[in-house]
């Protein structure tokens, strides 16, 4: 089962806020397409991104994810068989904690929605989650998009 995180963006006019999905997924057989990506990418992790202007964002989260594995002197390899997924497009660094976290936790069963909007920063193998714009929006999107049910009616600990 995939994990999805939600990200939550908001737009000039409050109409336009929306929660993305992000997950990742096991790689089926290349295509065409992907084959001809192979020489344009560095990574085809992130090739489906690719056509939301996301693929930077991605770059990004992996790097991460690959140095915080690292440092954990834990398996990398799984990473490269691995496809990064968003519903749509999201301006700045807002979505680079929610594409880690869809790579990290890509075949964890959940009940829990999880939502994310943070940059990635850090040096060397010191990961860290920094601030991004309009916060305060967002968390009152994500309860307004919770009290008219669009969230589900998940708890923790149920």
């Known amino acids: 089962m995939t994990q999805f995180i ?3 963006t908001i737009a000039e006019e409050s109409r ?3 929660l993305l999905t992000a997950y990742s997924m096991p790689a089926g057989p290349l295509s065409e397409q992907d084959r001809s990506a192979l ?3 560095r990574s085809l992790i992130t090739f489906p991104l690719q056509e939301l202007g996301l693929s930077a964002t991605g770059f990004r989260a992996i790097d991460s994810v690959r140095r915080l594995l690292a440092e954990q002197s834990r398996d990398v390899d799984w990473l490269n068989n691995q496809r990064l997924y968003c519903s749509g497009k999201c301006e700045g660094t807002s979505a680079e904690l929610g594409l ?3 790579l990290l936790l890509r075949d964890r069963v959940s009940e829990l929605d999880i939502i994310a909007s943070a940059a990635l920063g850090g040096v060397g193998n010191n990961i860290t989650i920094e601030a991004v714009a309009k916060i305060p929006e967002k ?3 994500v309860l307004e998009q919770k009290q008219s049910g669009k969230l589900g ?3 923790v600990g149920r």
């Open 6 to 8: 939600l990200i939550p």
């Open 16 to 18: 336009h806020n929306m």
């Open 39 to 41: 020489d344009k990418q």
């Open 100 to 102: 880690a976290l869809a």
């Open 139 to 141: 968390l009152q999107f």
């Open 153 to 155: 009616d998940r708890q």
